[in-house]
């Protein structure tokens, strides 16, 4: 029997690999992520190829021509919190295919939590948290959303019912 030591970086690769795994089973078998395809006539398949990664980043998680990119800080996170971001940019990579990587003129003039395309996919992120972690927590996290877009009062009161809408 051999014993084989890895280095410190061969350990994050493997955890990485490992993660990454668990990330396709947990899409593969998640209801939301199934609706999100048949609400937009995509072939479940779609699950086990789109591309996911990790990278250092200035933001949670991105997409970048469909392939889905997470922060390598996620890595510490628990499996839900990362998951809730796999769903938001699970939207996002089929709205890359759908589109062929083209951003709207109209989204490219809104703001962030105005366009068309960031309502979806949070409306399905804040969808998962709920179904995961209850109600109160989906409200808990659109809350600190708005307040760190700055969007409160009546605004604020609009934009919070529309980002639940998808919400059971």
Do not use: W
Request: proline share 1%; hydrophobic share 35%.
């Amino acid at each position: 029997m051999f014993i084989v030591k890895a280095k410190k970086k061969e350990k994050t690769l493997f955890k990485k690999i490992v993660l990454l795994s668990k990330i396709r089973a947990s899409l593969l078998n998640d209801s939301i992520a199934k609706d999100i395809c048949k609400e937009n006539d995509v072939d479940e398949t779609f699950l086990l190829g789109v591309p996911i990664t990790f990278d250092d980043l200035d933001v949670a998680a991105k997409t970048i021509d469909s392939e889905i990119v997470l922060n390598t800080k996620l890595i510490s996170k628990p499996f839900d919190t990362m998951m809730r971001y796999v769903i938001h940019e699970l939207v996002h990579a089929i709205q890359h295919c759908e589109s062929n990587g083209k951003s709207s003129q109209k989204d490219k003039s809104e703001d962030y939590l105005d366009k068309e395309t960031e309502v979806e996919a949070f409306q399905q992120q804040i969808r998962y948290e709920s179904k995961i972690n209850g109600e109160d927590s989906a409200e808990q996290y659109v809350d600190g959303l708005l307040e760190y877009h700055g969007v409160d009062g009546e605004e604020g009161d609009k934009k919070k019912e529309e980002l639940m809408k998808e919400v059971d």
